[in-house]
């Protein structure tokens, strides 16, 4: 299983590569396990503020999920199917959405199926002008698993991911960032160096704050604006009493460059 995605540290930035470029990196289910168990070894090791997770190869970020071996479910009984497939895959999409921790996804080529539900899931995204995206899943029969149906309609509105989600149609990086999928869109060659400089930008800052503002917007989004505000509430009162906000304060006020400690 440690093949299937590589991870490397650099500096405060943890990079994960999904590795089945001969598969187009699709996420079978030892993949998606995979990713979990990094994302656990990630969210407790303090010297990591930031991931960014990325396709091997030329060709795909993540063609979505593993066809043949879905088939497989599908054959063994609805419940198997469920449990196998779709459960596993919007565990894995819900996990990266709650993070505590930023996660940029650097859309290096075809993101379909589950490989566009990683990209809506995570905080941000930012894409080279050779990616393609695409919500297939009809053309074989069923809706997306993996919150397609949710996330997309949240964040395109519902008119124009259901035209996608119908359709099945591919659509351009230029697309997904006029819908609010992709904060951006850079040349291949500068894929990673940008992702890695908008990861730079937010750990400056303290990573108790970036914990907070992560968790207010994902609780937040899906409630009434007064069940939001209460959660904002919440999470400031959890931010009021650190170090954090202490240094960040003081350092203001003295007009220096603050030395956060995560405390």
Not at 129 to 144: C, H, M, R, T, V
Not at 189 to 217: N, T, W
Request: hydrophobic share 45%; with cysteine.
């Amino acid at each position: 299983m440690a093949s299937l995605i590589k991870y490397e540290n650099k500096g405060a930035i943890a990079l994960l590569t999904l590795n089945r470029p001969e598969k187009l990196n699709a996420l079978n289910y030892a993949t998606n396990d995979r990713l979990l168990e990094l994302l656990d070894v990630i969210e407790v090791d303090p010297s990591v503020r930031a991931v960014v997770i990325t396709g091997a190869g030329d060709k795909a970020f993540s063609a979505g999920g593993d066809i043949h071996e879905f088939t497989q479910s599908v054959k063994a009984g609805v419940d198997i199917a469920v449990k196998d497939f779709c459960k596993r895959g919007q565990t894995m999409t819900a996990r990266l959405e709650a993070f505590p921790k930023p996660i940029i996804a650097a859309v290096n080529g075809i993101a379909f199926g589950g490989g566009c539900e990683i990209t809506e899931a995570v905080h941000l995204a930012v894409a080279s002008e050779d990616a393609l995206f695409a919500k297939p899943e009809i053309n074989i029969g069923i809706p997306p698993t993996f919150g397609g149906t949710q996330r997309l309609p949240r964040l395109a509105g519902r008119k124009r991911a259901l035209e996608l989600l119908l359709t099945g149609d591919t659509f351009s990086p230029l697309r997904a960032f006029e819908m609010g999928l992709i904060n951006k869109v850079v040349p291949h060659d500068q894929l990673l160096s940008a992702s890695f400089e908008l990861a730079e930008k937010i750990i400056r800052h303290s990573p108790l704050a970036a914990s907070r503002i992560i968790a207010a917007v994902t609780r937040g989004i899906n409630t009434t604006i007064e069940e939001g505000l209460l959660i904002e509430r919440e999470q400031f009162a959890r931010m009021a009493a650190t170090s954090d906000v202490h240094e960040g304060l003081g350092a203001w006020i003295e007009r220096r460059a603050p030395q956060y400690t995560g405390t």
